[in-house]
């Protein structure tokens, strides 16, 4: 199945930094009353009957659905931020993630506990 050491180091890495983040991420949730019976507006936007708004716009990354009835706007937070990092590590954002990377080689996963929460 793995051929060398590296692709088993590899797939650990891999497989650690998943389960990091996704035993580490939750959404926060909110809803607000913004429609009218026929679509939903946030901000600006209209929404029509089960119509998605995705920002993906880092830090502030979240989804919101019109609902079926267009009375109710429902929102969730999307991404994870992490609090917690080895102090060989440092974080980088990518995208609405945040990542733990090597101080020493950025372009290598922290080795070490990482802890974090959206």
Same mark, same amino acid.
């Given at each position: ?6 692709e ?22 909110? !809803? $607000?009353?913004?429609? @009218?019976?026929?679509? #939903? +507006? ?12 995705? !920002? $993906?716009?880092?830090? @502030?990354?979240?989804? #919101? +659905? ?10 969730c ?32 996963p ?9």
């Amino acid at each position: 199945f793995l051929t060398s050491s590296a692709e088993m180091e590899r797939l650990t890495i891999f497989v650690t930094i998943f389960c990091v983040l996704f035993v580490y991420s939750e959404a926060s949730c909110w !809803s $607000e009353r913004t429609g @009218n019976g026929y679509y #939903c +507006t946030l901000g600006n936007m209209i929404l029509t009957k089960g119509r998605t708004y995705y !920002s $993906e716009t880092a830090p @502030n990354c979240f989804k #919101c +659905t019109c609902s079926d009835d267009a009375y109710q706007l429902n929102c969730c937070g999307v991404g994870n931020t992490i609090n917690r990092i080895p102090d060989n590590c440092q974080i980088k954002q990518v995208g609405c993630n945040q990542v733990a990377v090597s101080k020493a080689d950025p372009s290598k996963p922290c080795k070490g506990p990482v802890g974090g929460v959206v």
